[in-house]
């Protein structure tokens, strides 16, 4: 059975940071894109950043970018998520995703209808 499980999710004051660790099972996350989505409450689930399957090419969104760091361990087949300087607004569940590399549309790597499988999410919250 394919899976994937996000942890790391906590509570952080603001400025603070965050390390999400993306785990996969049952497949091998070396030949997919993974993404990780957000999603606030009211708020639409938004793609924050991607990691092609090779590695070496990552996306980011405007709001993360500089502040947010995507790595992969393909040994340990997890995906990762560095979050430093984090804002009230980051705070959302955070979901990793992915799809096969070779079926990856990059034109539409924030889309979350992009990736098939899903992670059930990790709570952010940032709060003094």
């Known amino acids: 059975q394919l899976q994937l499980v996000e942890s790391g999710g906590s509570l952080v004051q603001p400025g603070g940071s965050l390390r999400l660790s993306c785990a996969a099972s049952?497949?091998?996350?070396?030949?997919?894109?993974v993404a990780w989505f957000r999603q606030a409450p009211g708020k639409e689930r938004e793609g924050v950043s991607c990691?092609?399957?090779?590695?070496?090419?990552?996306y980011y969104s405007d709001s993360v970018k500089g502040r947010f760091t995507i790595s992969r361990d393909n040994a340990k087949n997890a995906v990762y998520l560095q979050m430093n300087s984090l804002q009230p607004g980051d705070a959302a569940i955070y979901y990793c995703a992915a799809i096969q590399s070779s079926v990856w549309d990059p034109w539409n790597w924030r889309d979350r209808n992009t990736y098939v499988y899903w992670g059930q999410g990790t709570q952010v919250t940032v709060s003094s």
């Open positions: 990691t092609i399957g090779n590695g070496g090419v990552e």
């Open positions: 049952g497949f091998t996350l070396a030949g997919y894109t």
